[in-house]
């Protein structure tokens, strides 16, 4: 990743930042349907037609994280990102260091396991698929908890960051 230092958040950044983060979301709430195909198709029976159009959805949704997930980590390494705020312990910079990086390649593993395992039939791709998603849900809450407290109790800038549109 770039050592490019920027102001703020273009606003491309912000809106990958949030349409990745409502498509993951969405993912995680409107599962099901993927979860009874796959299981259809698991146990060698046949899917039911309510479920086929949201495994569909699912599949489209994911590949779409892919591709935004790919956008968003060009235009870090190429327009680099805001420093972190000077008054964080070294800890907390790791922290975040670490807890970014995880996303970043989950936001990579998941849709691609996810499509190995639907599209390719690759062994235990499923599984990584499963384990990434749920790895991920805590990820991110512990992503939005260290923004709340960057906000509330270290009275920092780093969530205004995220949620304003300050340059192009």
Do not use: C, N
């Amino acid at each position: 990743m770039s050592d490019m230092s920027v102001a703020s958040y273009s606003k491309t950044q912000i809106w990958l930042h949030w349409s990745i983060a409502a498509l993951i979301l969405i993912q995680f709430l409107a599962h099901d349907g993927m979860e009874h195909v796959w299981r259809a198709f698991r146990r060698g029976q046949e899917a039911s037609p309510g479920d086929v159009p949201l495994a569909y959805m699912h599949v489209v949704i994911g590949l779409a994280v892919l591709v935004l997930a790919a956008r968003r980590l060009w235009l870090r390494a190429t327009r680099g990102v805001p420093p972190v705020s000077g008054m964080e312990h070294p800890v907390l910079k790791l922290l975040a260091k670490a807890t970014h990086f995880v996303i970043y390649a989950l936001i990579f593993i998941v849709p691609l396991s996810g499509a190995a395992a639907w599209f390719l039939g690759v062994p235990g791709a499923s599984l990584v698929h499963v384990l990434g998603k749920d790895i991920l849900l805590y990820v991110v809450l512990l992503h939005a908890a260290g923004a709340l407290v960057q906000h509330f109790v270290f009275k920092t800038d780093v969530l205004r960051r995220m949620l304003a549109f300050r340059q192009a």
